[in-house]
């Protein structure tokens, strides 16, 4: 019933979008936030200790849940997925930020587009350059489409029931929280929480990379993976960035091919994205199929 629950979170996300950022996502924060401010001591093995009872905190219950809903009515556990769908996808989300920001640009109203990237990224922006606003807004739209859907997909396909929806961004806030978006003297503690993160979404990356060349530019997207991906964004970016960069066709900062990216290639990433969820749906079809079989 995975390909039902996906469609039906999709609907109700494009009939009523969420408003603003996602309650499920900023509660994953404030877990973050609450277990650093408990145990962290500023040591490696406090930031392993406090990964485990936040990954423990969280998933036991939601597998408990999961297997007693279950119990009662496969349909009760379907409406619980669809929640869990619906509070953490943002692929729509990501399509109407790129749209707003293309049409901003396409009118000439720079400031506009700036300021749809800025709330977008959550941090502000003052750039008056129309090119530097389209690289920033596709290298986060690869980003986004990436963590934000297609990798919490991934992991909603392998692990049963919610799981892997509450394990990847749980995962992804923790690796953020704790190590990038903290003082170098401080890292020590999210040490942990980054390499956890890095083997989580060692195959999402790969599985992204790879549909980006299926739903773009096949043979750049390859060579752009393989020759780049170290180059210019961080290692757990690297691929997703790079094939996404050349499956468009542009260039984004040191990686991809072509030329650099405008409001022509922010249209075109909106179009890869739907085409990439397209064909996640056609995997969890064919999932569901060999389950029926």
């Not at 599985?207 to 390859?222: K, M, P, Q, R, T």
Request: glycine letters at 10%; charged letters at 15%; a negative charge.
């Amino acid at each position: 019933m995975s390909i039902l629950a996906l469609l039906a979170a999709l609907l109700a996300q494009h009939a009523r979008p969420p408003g603003g950022r996602q309650p499920l996502l900023a509660f994953y924060g404030r877990m973050c936030l609450s277990a650093a401010k408990r145990l962290n001591a500023g040591d490696r093995n406090s930031g392993i200790l406090a990964w485990l009872a936040l990954m423990g905190a969280l998933l036991v219950p939601v597998a408990l849940l999961s297997a007693l809903l279950a119990a009662i009515h496969p349909v009760v556990l379907w409406t619980l997925e669809v929640a869990f769908l619906y509070g953490t996808l943002r692929f729509f989300s990501t399509t109407r930020s790129l749209g707003a920001i293309e049409r901003a640009l396409r009118t000439g109203d720079v400031a506009a587009a700036a300021s749809h990237l800025g709330l977008w990224r959550a941090e502000p922006l003052e750039s008056d350059d129309p090119a530097a606003i389209a690289r920033q807004a596709a290298e986060h739209g690869l980003r986004e489409g990436h963590q934000g859907t297609f990798a919490p997909l991934f992991w909603y396909l392998v692990l049963p029931g919610p799981l892997g929806l509450v394990l990847y961004p749980l995962a992804l806030r923790a690796a953020l929280s704790w190590e990038h978006f903290v003082e170098p003297e401080e890292r020590d503690f999210g040490w942990f929480a980054a390499r956890a993160f890095h083997v989580i979404d060692w195959i999402p990356q790969r599985v992204s990379g790879f549909i980006f060349a299926v739903a773009g530019n096949f043979e750049d997207a390859l060579y752009c993976w393989r020759a780049q991906a170290s180059q210019g964004a961080p290692a757990e970016e690297g691929i997703v960035v790079a094939s996404g960069a050349g499956a468009l066709g542009v260039r984004l900062g040191e990686v991809g091919s072509g030329e650099a990216p405008g409001e022509d290639a922010l249209a075109s990433l909106e179009g890869m994205l739907w085409r990439v969820l397209v064909v996640w749906l056609i995997v969890f079809l064919l999932a569901a199929a060999l389950q029926v079989g």
